[in-house]
């Protein structure tokens, strides 16, 4: 073995702890810890995987904690990466030492100005957290497809392969752009390294200065632009100049692999962990080698030490300096034995000869190797975070030992449509010696996470044992299973790879029981601890089959406890977090049971020590209760069980929705083959229908006698799990024993009944149906037309009366007041059972949209929240209507989307052009009334819209079977005769800050487009950073001290156009203004803007109250309401009408509601005193402005 | 001659019997300071509530950590300020700036119903300098099980957690609604308490007959809660050794000369000053002392209690022939 240049860090840590800095962290605090100690100023902005980082510097900032120089680095949160990318440049212009954090999409904003900042040879380094780019769809997982777009800026690209190197090479990254005068990108991979927390041994700040050269920093603060010493950069240069002068430069790239080099081995004389920029390890007389970049070389290196133990002739070149790429290094590494190279990328590159890596070791060993050409062959793998096992890299060198292996191939997939995946076996696993492995299966809401994060740094702390853990969390907002991967030793862990083998399963949720195969990885003769409602006596009866064939046949060691139970009893809600955390001490034994709950003790009394007396006191006490309901199940010796597991989706759903989407759904779409997915990434709507999440513990029942039919409770849901019908009565035929109706109240339709049903299996429980509902008991107002009943009782009732309710009809659309709440929800929503969360408040707004006009409606949704609920796979919620008619949707970017919904305009529009046009050239044939009434009718109402349909419907038949070129091409465009409805939508990170240009550029335009901005006033989807609409005082991240700057007015600025529809809307104060807003926006013939309050977890209470805290929002004067109408100045109105009285209540009453208002008391009372006071002081300011804007407006108008 | 304005409560100096009762009047040191300059002498801190400290603290814990770590993009939804505290400290250091920056004597306020950690928040406000405790202990008993006397005990019970938990003096502020109230003063008085406060004004619900609903609503008081407690205070003084303040009703310097007859040692005044203002607690307290000059009190001590049920001369009218006497005036 040749092992003289690995790092190895064999010796026993709990011996150096004494003397070291030990901390389990995840890679992006690893890289975080370091550029925030060596930078000055630093700039930010949020997209995942890299968040964290940006959130960590700003939180650290806001506490006052001092980098080397023993100043606070300024923190600056810009409007998009682009942002950032041009205040970095300017930063770095002055001198300053200045860093940011980016990944994916953000890296690509940012790459005129890489090409800047290496052209002008500025020292910078930035750390990125690879992430997939968008192609066919969007990953916020990892791979390189990022770093791959930015190689050939000129940045140097210094990757890190785990997360103490994620720390280590920040440091190595930061001291060498200084000496190169270079910029360096430093990468790790997202997720599986920015995420994965791993013991990492913290680099003394003396050894960071120690990097440095003050030399070299002087000399970048001295090219600082001053007019003390002026000169100018970023000249013009012409034909006669500006290749000499591009050339000037290569000096600096020549020099710097050999200075990178230099910085690690200081690095390794500082710190004892030696470097390289290319590393060796393996069989010295190795014949097969793969070369490979970031987190994947780890496994490939455990695999190696498997693989030569028995005598393999293997290794592995780790190349860890990318750009400048050392060919002579490169070359000089690889074993002089080499026959043959597997050079894996976690890229791709469509039709290049091959991908990046590939094609430079190629040209390395063509201009360096000394000695006979290895074989060369590549090969991709983990895209998108895709597992890359050992059993993948046996698998690979098993290909490469072929006599003809494939030049290019995949792993980790089965590609059978180009046959290009090479075949592994999936049971092959690397043992890992002395290693505990842990997997969790938890809910987010019940804290697993927390508790599990808790006990590695227990478990590191008390035992001075090696921790790895890795969390995967499902895609859904809220509601979604957690599955924590934990491993312990005493050696250190270097295993990037999910578990397939536990010593301990836990499963904290009984209902997982039945939709995962929590049992799948449990070793034979391992533990399995069990949530359970049942007691260790009856638990067994209430297993499925395969549960029990699992454990009776794997000989697992069972154990349950009620940790709901000990929960209510110690006064801790639903919080199970520390029971099941005491209760895995007790059965894994990794430290003594008194030990373990000390530690657990002391860490809840540093947590909530601040937090109040009480709150220590019950987690203390659920602490103490659990032993004491811990219980081992006598495991019978066969299997009783008659319960089979239901399947993932029913076998009434269609073929893909089973086959594809069910699979995905099982956990299992690792398994699925390259040809089960369409090729450019388009997918089925309407399938959300299929998964039944069966979330809500708690539904709504219909008291049909109370009932005032006011359809409030259809419309304030969320997931479109509430709806309402009226009917003919003899649609009854048939009805469910349990379905309930009552007559319909309404003075035009007679004779008709009417229902509201639940989707039981589909609700999420939220409540807010039942908080909105205005129908009382008059003898016991407590109980209502909507009151709580439990899931689980009425399930399998509610499930055969909701299908009968889809089955009656829908009521007649034409006869429908569209602009009224009540009729409004008798339009079938064509939204439903999204991923948002549990009480949502964007998803009604998108509901209703879908009810009025989903049937003509084609979406532009920009990247957040709600492309996540609206597009994320398996499912989607984008629904269709019984003609098959339903919005079509798609998503460009974050940046772009008003841009790309004005561009859906355009193309549709020409669309009917061109059929308008082809209609008069065939008016001879078809007739000139007909022709003039599909060009002229109009299309506003439902009745004009039906009559259209029809009126093409007959085009389409007289169409049919022509042989004209026109006609023919008209049929193909006849449906575009209908009026499409292009809606624009976003969050208000895209609307403010990210999208804000192009967004205001499309207002200017005049096109017939509307735009819903859903207003939740913080980035949600990535955590809740603030944005330009975060409103004054309001704790954010990026705004840990509270907002000090008040809220971009949006609709102003709308307003100011003149010939923009605005609305400002809160459905929760006033539905009917809401649903006036969209049915006026969509009328309007010309840009409307919807700015839509939406209540969100971001804001920190339970979103049962988001309606009485809409209510609060309006009549405090936190969120005015109003609507802007261009047409009604032509009539001689007020085109401004403020729909919501003056404030009635201070703005205190609405923000004390909500944590992300309280916690400023919390952390800063004084500056919350004062940003509040200054809210209040502009809240009223603003409500002067806007009833002045009405009475001004009324003038200007008359 | 000025008369001598100054009274001993809780066997603590006040300038006079003037103080600002629990309230957020005193909830941040400008307001104490412009309370100061107007010439009241000492305050009831703003309550600490059990609910505060326990349910809300958790409710707040469970708004930032349930949503957490269930999204891979959204680990959290706000920034890690694992330091922050929810509400107790910043009122400890309400007290220590209070205390640093007046000269006035600060009486902490807890106010709960169960035995519980809350509790221990006593002795932190005793290290942050208040002078004594008031403990409030608020009770709408609703279960029809739980007796009387199971209610008085808890009283005592946490009066007497309280008391061995701090070494400054405990005032309790009571309710006027017990069977026998000098029995429970009495108890109270054994349980190691140093004074009561009569009596806690009831912040009572009322009922929306169009929403069908129940809502909270505030009053402030008026002169006409005095009169309740002028007769509890007149029964008390003499017949225990606590001190006895007087909270609710003090508008006019009739009410005040009036519960300093019956027996209070202090009056706390809240709704006055929410009402009218800072001036007019000046000019009550300037009222009080033209009142004392004109008919020749010379001080406190000598007014306090001389229309007690023990001193005054027709001690009937605090008690049950009062009633009969009204009764029979209403029939005529």
């Known amino acids: 073995m040749n092992t003289a240049n690995h790092p190895e860090q064999t010796e026993a840590k709990a011996e150096k702890k004494a003397t070291r800095q030990f901390h389990s962290i995840d890679g992006n605090e690893a890289a975080a810890l370091v550029a925030y100690q060596m930078s000055e100023s630093i700039a930010i902005y949020p997209i995942t995987p890299s968040t964290p980082m940006g959130e960590l510097a700003d939180e650290w900032a806001a506490k006052g904690k001092k980098n080397l120089d023993g100043v606070v680095p300024s923190i600056t949160q810009m409007q998009s990466e682009a942002g950032v990318a041009g205040t970095l440049h300017g930063m770095l212009q002055t001198g300053a030492f200045a860093t940011t954090f980016t990944a994916s999409q953000g890296l690509l904003l940012m790459i005129p100005i890489l090409y800047k900042l290496a052209g002008q040879l500025i020292p910078c380094c930035m750390h990125v957290t690879a992430r997939t780019v968008a192609t066919h769809a969007l990953s916020i997982f990892g791979d390189h497809s990022d770093i791959m777009a930015i190689r050939q800026t000129g940045v140097a690209l210094l990757g890190s392969t785990n997360v103490q190197e994620a720390h280590d090479m920040a440091a190595i990254a930061h001291a060498a752009t200084l000496r190169t005068r270079v910029p360096f990108v430093h990468f790790f991979d997202g997720f599986r390294t920015s995420h994965e927390i791993n013991d990492v041994e913290l680099i003394p700040d ?315 990885t449990a070793k034979p003769g391992s533990t399995f601890l069990l949530n359970s409602p049942h007691s260790a006596e009856a638990v067994w009866d209430h297993l499925d089959k395969d549960i029990q064939q699992a454990i009776v046949s794997k000989g697992l060691k069972f154990y349950v406890i009620d940790a709901y139970k000990v929960a209510r009893e110690a006064g801790m809600g639903g919080r199970i977090n520390t029971i099941m955390q005491v209760c895995f001490f ?367 419907a007959a085009l389409k038949a007289k169409l049919a079977g022509a042989q004209q070129r026109e006609a023919q091409e008209l049929l193909t465009l006849a449906d575009y005769l209908v009026e ?219 | 001659m000025t008369p001598d304005l100054t009274t001993n409560y809780l066997g603590i100096q006040f300038s006079s019997p003037f103080l600002i009762g629990a309230s957020p009047l005193v909830d941040t040191i400008d307001k104490v300071l412009r309370l100061e300059d107007a010439g009241v002498s000492g305050i009831v801190m703003h309550s600490l509530f059990e609910e505060q400290l326990t349910r809300d603290a958790m409710a707040t814990i469970a708004q930032l950590e349930n949503p957490s770590e269930s999204n891979p993009e959204a680990l959290s939804y706000f920034p890690d300020v694992s330091d922050y505290s929810l509400g107790v400290e910043e009122y400890l250091a309400q007290i220590a700036s209070v205390k640093e920056r007046t000269g006035l004597p600060v009486i902490a306020s807890l106010n709960g119903r169960t035995v519980g950690g809350w509790m221990e928040y006593a002795k932190e406000m005793e290290s942050a300098g208040a002078d004594a405790l008031e403990l409030n202990v608020y009770d709408v008993p609703t279960d029809p099980t739980e007796t009387g006397a199971e209610i008085e005990a808890r009283l005592v019970q946490i009066v007497r957690a309280v008391r061995e938990s701090i070494r400054i003096p405990l005032a309790i502020k009571l309710a006027p609604f017990y069977t026998s109230l000098p029995n429970i003063v009495k108890q109270l008085e054994e349980a190691g308490a140093n004074g009561v406060v009569l009596f806690n004004r009831f912040y009572q619900p009322d009922l929306n007959i169009e929403e069908l609903e129940v809502e909270p609503r505030i009053y402030l008081s008026t002169s006409n809660e005095l009169l309740l407690r002028l007769r509890w205070m007149a029964i008390l003084h003499g017949r225990c050794q606590l001190s006895l303040g007087l909270s609710g009703g003090i508008h006019h310097v009739q009410d005040a000369v009036k519960a300093i007859m019956a027996g209070a040692d202090v009056l706390q005044v809240v709704s006055l000053i929410l009402r009218q203002g800072t001036g007019a607690m000046t000019s009550l307290m300037e009222g009080f002392k033209n009142w004392m000059e004109e008919h020749e009190y010379e001080n406190i001590a000598q007014m306090r209690g001389c229309l007690s049920s023990k001193t005054s001369p027709n001690p009937a009218e605090f008690e049950r022939a009062n009633y009969l006497r009204i009764l029979h005036l209403w029939k005529n």
């Open chain 1, 206 to 520: 003396d050894v960071l200065r120690a990097l440095i050269r003050a030399d070299k920093a002087d000399e970048h603060v001295a090219r600082g632009l001053s007019p003390e010493h002026p000169v100018i950069r970023g000249t013009a240069q012409n034909p006669d100049a500006f290749f000499q002068a591009r050339e000037a430069a290569n000096s600096f790239y020549d020099v710097t692999p050999g200075i990178v080099q230099e910085t690690m081995d200081q690095f390794a004389a500082l710190t004892g962990r030696q470097y390289h920029i290319c590393e060796y390890y393996g069989a010295a007389d190795a014949e097969s080698v793969i070369v490979i970049m970031g987190s994947g070389a780890e496994t490939v290196r455990e695999t190696i030490k498997a693989l030569t133990a028995s005598g393999e002739k293997v290794g592995v070149v780790l190349v860890r300096l990318y750009r400048p790429f050392d060919a002579r290094f490169f070359a000089k590494v690889l074993p002089a034995s080499t026959k043959k190279i597997a050079v894996l990328d976690r890229t791709k590159e469509p039709g290049a000869v091959g991908e990046p890596l590939y094609q430079d070791v190629i040209a390395a060993l063509t201009e360096s190797r000394e000695g006979a050409m290895p074989e060369v062959f590549g090969g991709r793998f983990g895209l998108g975070s895709k597992e890359f096992t050992p059993a993948m890299v046996r698998g690979v060198f098993a290909e490469i030992a072929k006599p003809a292996p494939r030049r290019h191939f995949t792993v980790g997939i089965c590609d059978d449509v180009t046959n290009l995946s090479v075949d592994y076996d999936a049971t092959w696993q690397v043992e890992l010696h002395g290693v505990t492995q842990a997997l969790f299966f938890g809910l987010g809401s019940d804290g697993t996470v927390g508790a599990n994060k808790n006990t590695i740094k227990i478990i590191s702390e008390e035992t001075g044992s090696n921790a790895q853990a890795y969390f995967v969390y499902d895609s859904k907002k809220s509601g979604g299973i957690t599955i924590s991967h934990l491993r312990f030793g005493k050696e250190p862990i270097r295993a990037p790879y999910l578990i397939n083998h536990a010593n301990f399963t836990a499963c904290h949720q009984w209902h997982l029981l039945s939709q995962y195969d929590v049992l799948e």
């Open chain 1, 586 to 952: 007790a059965l894994s034994g990794i430290l003594p049971v008194d030990e373990a709950i000390g530690a657990i003790k002391r860490a809840i009394t540093k947590t909530y020590g601040k937090k109040g007396k009480e709150v220590v006191e019950r987690n203390h006490s659920a602490v103490d209760q659990t032993l004491a309901g811990l219980q081992e199940v006598a495991v019978p010796k066969e299997v009783t069980s008659q319960i089979a597991r239901l399947p993932v989706v029913p076998d009434a759903a269609p073929d893909f929705v089973r086959s594809v989407e069910g699979v995905l759904l099982a956990g299992r779409g690792d398994w699925l083959p390259v040809s089960a997915f369409p090729p450019d990434g388009t997918w089925p709507t309407a399938t959300s229908k299929w998964e039944k999440r069966n979330l809500a513990q708690e539904i709504p029942a219909w008291d049909s006698s109370i009932c005032i039919q006011c359809n409030k409770c259809a419309l304030v849901c969320p997931h479109a799990a509430i709806r309402s019908k009226h009917y003919a009565e003899e649609a009854l035929a048939g009805a469910p024993e349990t379905f309930l109706s009552a007559a319909f109240r309404s003075p035009e339709v007679k004779g008709h009944r009417f229902t509201i049903q639940v989707a039981a299996e589909d609700c999420t429980g939220c409540m807010l149906c039942i908080n909105v509902c205005p129908a009382k008991d008059k003898s016991n107002p407590k109980h209502k037309a909507l009151n709580v009943v439990s899931q689980q009782e009425r399930r399998e009732q509610e499930k055969v009366n909701f299908d009968f309710f889809l089955k009656l009809p829908e009521p007649d659309r034409l006869r429908l007041k569209t602009d009224t709440v009540k009729d409004s929800q008798f339009m079938e929503p064509l939204f439903e059972f999204s991923g948002a969360c549990v009480g949502c408040g964007e998803t009604p707004y998108i509901k209703l949209m879908s009810q009025l006009y989903g049937d003509r409606a084609v979406i532009a949704n920009a990247t957040g929240c709600s492309s996540i609920y609206g597009g994320n796979l398996p499912t989607t919620p984008y629904a269709t209507n019984r003609d098959g008619r339903g919005p079509a949707w798609a998503n460009s970017l974050f940046e772009d989307n008003a841009e790309f919904g004005l561009g859906l305009r355009v193309g549709l529009d020409r669309k009917r052009e061109l059929a308008q046009h082809l209609l008069k050239v065939l008016a001879g044939t078809l007739g000139d009334s007909f022709v003039q009434e599909l060009i002229e009718a109009p299309q506003v109402t439902e009745t004009e819209i039906a009559a259209q349909r029809e009126r093409v």
């Open chain 1, 980 to 1198: 499409k409805v292009v809606w624009v939508i976003g969050g208000d990170g895209w609307a403010y800050d990210i999208g804000f240009g192009g967004l205001d550029h499309v207002l200017s335009m005049g096109a017939n487009i509307n735009i819903l901005v859903l207003d939740t006033e913080v980035y949600s989807n990535t955590g809740g950073q603030a944005s330009k609409s975060t409103q004054l005082g309001a704790v954010a991240k990026f705004a840990a001290n509270g907002k000090g700057r008040r809220k971009k007015d949006l609709g102003l600025i709308a307003i100011n156009y003149g010939d923009v529809y605005v609305a400002r809307v809160a459905f929760g104060a006033k539905d009917s203004q809401t649903v006036k807003a969209f049915h006026d926006a969509a009328a309007y013939p010309g840009t409307s803007l919807i700015i839509a309050y939406s209540h969100c977890i971001a804001h920190g209470y339970n979103l049962a109250s988001g309606l009485e805290q809409q209510k609060l929002a309006v009549e405090s004067g936190y969120w005015p309401i109003y609507r802007h109408d261009p047409r009604r100045r032509e009539q001689g109105d007020n085109p401004f009408q403020l729909d919501c009285a003056a404030p009635k209540i201070p703005v205190s009453r609405f923000t004390e509601n909500e944590v992300r208002y309280r916690l400023l008391g919390a952390i800063a009372p004084d500056r919350a005193r004062e940003l509040g006071a200054m809210a209040q002081q502009q809240a009223d300011e603003t409500f002067k402005f806007y009833q002045e804007l009405a009475a001004s407006a009324a003038n200007n108008a008359k």
